[in-house]
């Protein structure tokens, strides 16, 4: 089990890609934000670029903190129960579906500006390895309605600021961790699934910005491909070098290595192939196969290095040509997939190369959610 309150430091390595993350995407939505707002003087403008800001750098440090999780990528920090800006491990065995209290901003480390801000958190998400696992699969249950009723699904977590206090709100401050004292409207008090983003309104002030899966689940797919590099490409060399050649794909329903199939999940028991030609899921990082990323992975061998000797083949990553490998990370189910089905499909992971292995990585929508990357023999 995870516990963030007492987390181990992480290396200087890891350290600078969450820096320059930071930089990028923080100094990103700083430029949207002031430029939203530089043809005016007005206080109440440059205090809502202020809020915006700040909600937006919370936001990115929750994803950074998500995606470098050491045991659990994708899962989020625990709120801050006591007021003391550091995350409490309390929320990890808790039956509550939803956790609003305040920021952790000590653990983000995002500074003391974002004391004042609230935090709510999907219980699905917590870093708690007993739990069900976190995957590209697990959608977000919390929603946020806008002030024209219209819904935004999908986030797993939520930053809110809670503006200034309104009439009846006299008990703010240091010693009151009274939600109500805080949030404003009964469906921001209320602990349930759904809040409101009502930034002017006479009876609520509070702003809200979401961390969606959609975005959440990007981040970790660009992690589980950095981490299955390197043990697919010692596989890659042991196989070619031992037998001269790269088995065959596994059906998307077994792990068992299947003889003509050239695109499913990585093999992981012989099969119908040669022995001690598949791969071991040992070899890959604990939080992937304990969080069911390889059900999401799929293999697609090139004719041309299924017999020896390996040669370039056909596939195509991205304009990369003459690959003898593509290793795709899924994303969640898009409309018209179904995972579900007795009889998988090939069609109900991916969205790009299935007819003539031609691969190409987009920015992630509604239609393509999916990370390719493919090597040679």
């Known amino acids: 089990m995870g516990n963030s309150a007492a987390r181990p430091q992480r290396s200087k390595q890891t350290g600078y890609i969450i820096l320059l993350i930071m930089l990028v995407l923080v100094a990103g939505g700083a430029t949207f934000f002031s430029g939203a707002y530089t043809s005016s003087n007005d206080a109440s403008a440059r205090e809502s670029t202020r809020s915006l800001l700040a909600l937006d750098t919370a936001a990115t440090a929750v994803k950074i903190y998500s995606m470098t999780d050491e045991d659990r990528p994708g899962s989020l920090p625990c709120p801050d129960f006591s007021g003391d800006g550091i995350t409490d491990i309390n929320c990890l065995n808790s039956s509550e579906p939803v956790h609003v209290e305040r920021l952790p901003w000590r653990t983000l480390d995002i500074g ?4 004042g801000l609230w935090y709510v958190m999907d219980r699905d998400f917590r870093d708690n390895t007993a739990a069900q696992p976190i995957n590209a699969e697990l959608e977000g249950s919390l929603i946020i309605e806008s002030g024209a009723g219209v819904d935004a699904t999908g986030f797993a977590a939520l930053i809110i600021d809670p503006g200034d206090p309104l009439v009846g709100q006299n008990n703010r401050g240091r010693d009151s961790e009274t939600v109500g004292d805080y949030l404003d409207l009964e469906e921001n008090t209320d602990n349930d699934n759904r809040f409101v983003d009502c930034p002017s309104r006479e009876d609520c002030n509070d702003r809200i910005i979401g961390v969606s899966t959609t975005e959440l689940f990007r981040l970790v797919q660009r992690r589980l491909l950095a981490d299955l590099k390197q ?13 001269g050649n ?6 998307l329903n077994s792990l068992e290595c299947e003889a003509d199939l050239h695109r499913g999940h990585l093999p992981q028991s012989q099969g119908e192939c040669a022995p001690n030609e598949f791969v071991d899921p040992n070899d890959f990082p604990s939080w992937v196969t304990d969080n069911d990323w390889l059900e999401l992975v799929i293999y697609h061998v090139d004719d041309a290095c299924t017999e020896a000797p390996c040669s370039a083949g056909d596939l195509e990553v991205d304009g990369e040509a003459g690959l003898a490998l593509v290793l795709a990370i899924a994303g969640g189910a898009l409309p018209g997939q179904d995972r579900n089905a007795p ?3 090939i069609e109900d992971y991916l969205e790009s190369g299935l007819v003539d292995g031609v691969y190409l990585n987009q920015p992630k929508s509604t239609s393509n959610n999916d990370l390719y990357w493919g090597t040679g023999p």
């Open 112 to 115: 003391s500006d974002a004391a």
């Open 231 to 243: 043990p697919v490409e010692d596989f890659i060399d042991d196989a070619i070098s031992t037998h």
């Open 246 to 251: 790269l088995p065959y794909a596994a059906k």
């Open 343 to 345: 009889e998988l499909n």
